[in-house]
């Protein structure tokens, strides 16, 4: 880790200088303000020990100048200076210094702070460094609040790969490879992506999250990356929600491109996480649980919403159920009993 120290004293300077490297860290010196503004600026230390009378520019107007600076600002800040007094101290604080030790000092005592600022500052880059990852990896998946609720307790999520009870929904445009044979690449887009943000919109209502676009499907998982005790009800809901919402759009659309929407949802063990490689990855759902949904929405037709016995055991709410019977799926030697949901 690097270490500014700015001192206009060269005894002062080379001692502290010996107290920082001592401690295993790399020293670099300025001998005025200006010079330590430019070399907090060109070498963005970990942390500053800021003399207060030195020339060019005091100590106090470079820690005014460096939090004031966004690509700076969250370099902490030690006052190293004779002026012990109150009125210095609180001076330097409200500044944004976050400490402050008078001269004469004691070698073990500034090695000490030193050590805790360096301590604190690994631990704050690491918060903001998975904040900013949590960002990153939901903000385009989930809804605005669910990451929102991420950041302010990251330890609710795991960005590793776990093992956990989610409720796969996957929809699929009905007959739109039909369509794409005689429509023009600009207007099947644009028609499909009305579809997709009418359907993110619905899923994001119920906080589900967007896994994937699948050419005209969509991926979506419930319980994760948030837990949801009602994550089955959250998937039926949404197809349902999804069906209304576009049976009330279908007037925006051209006759011939008014497509019904084909559903499957299952419950069931995944193994959840980022998925890639170390330059790209998404996060995503891996196991059986996925591959039935996806067959589930294979076998629908007609606007169907077709879920499993896993997430019918899973719903607990009237709903409208019209069963279906044991489908056997391909590459599965288990049948899968089907309902279809009717309201």
Do not use: W
């Amino acid at each position: 880790m690097r270490v500014l120290v700015a001192d206009d004293n060269a005894n002062s300077r080379q001692l502290v200088k010996d107290i920082v490297e001592s401690l295993g860290y790399e020293a670099i010196v300025a001998h005025d303000g200006p010079t330590a503004l430019l070399a907090a600026q060109t070498h963005a230390p970990d942390l500053v020990i800021l003399d207060v009378n030195m020339p060019g520019m005091n100590g106090f107007e470079v820690c005014a100048a460096i939090k004031s600076d966004a690509k700076i600002a969250q370099t902490p800040i030690l006052m190293l200076t004779a002026l012990a007094d109150i009125e210095n101290r609180v001076t330097g604080l409200g500044l944004g210094a976050d400490d402050y030790l008078p001269k004469p000092f004691s070698p073990r005592e500034l090695a000490a702070r030193v050590n805790a600022r360096l301590r604190l500052k690994a631990e704050t880059d690491d918060l903001r460094n998975t904040k900013e990852l949590i960002k990153q990896t939901f903000e385009r998946f989930v809804s605005p609040s669910v990451v929102q609720k991420l950041l302010q307790d990251p330890t609710q999520i795991k960005l590793g790969g776990q093992l956990q009870e989610v409720t796969v929904l996957f929809s699929d445009l009905e007959g739109f490879t039909t369509i794409s044979e005689r429509t023009e690449p600009e207007k099947l887009l644009a028609v499909l992506n009305t579809y997709h943000a009418i359907i993110v919109n619905v899923i994001q209502s119920f906080s589900g999250t967007v896994d994937k676009f699948i050419g005209d499907g969509v991926m979506a998982l419930y319980n994760t990356p948030l837990p949801q005790d009602d994550h089955a009800l959250r998937a039926v809901r949404t197809a349902l929600q999804i069906r209304s919402a576009l049976e009330a759009s279908y007037h925006h659309f051209e006759p011939e491109y008014r497509m019904k929407v084909n559903f499957g949802i299952h419950t069931g063990m995944v193994v959840v996480g980022n998925v890639g490689s170390p330059d790209l990855m998404n996060f995503t759902a891996v196991g059986d649980t996925v591959n039935v949904a996806a067959r589930l929405q294979d076998m629908s037709s007609g606007g169907k919403i077709l879920i499993s016995e896993a997430c019918y055991q899973r719903l607990n709410a009237p709903l409208n159920l019209k069963p279906i019977g044991y489908q056997t799926m391909k590459g599965r030697t288990v049948a899968v009993m089907v309902y279809e949901v009717v309201e």
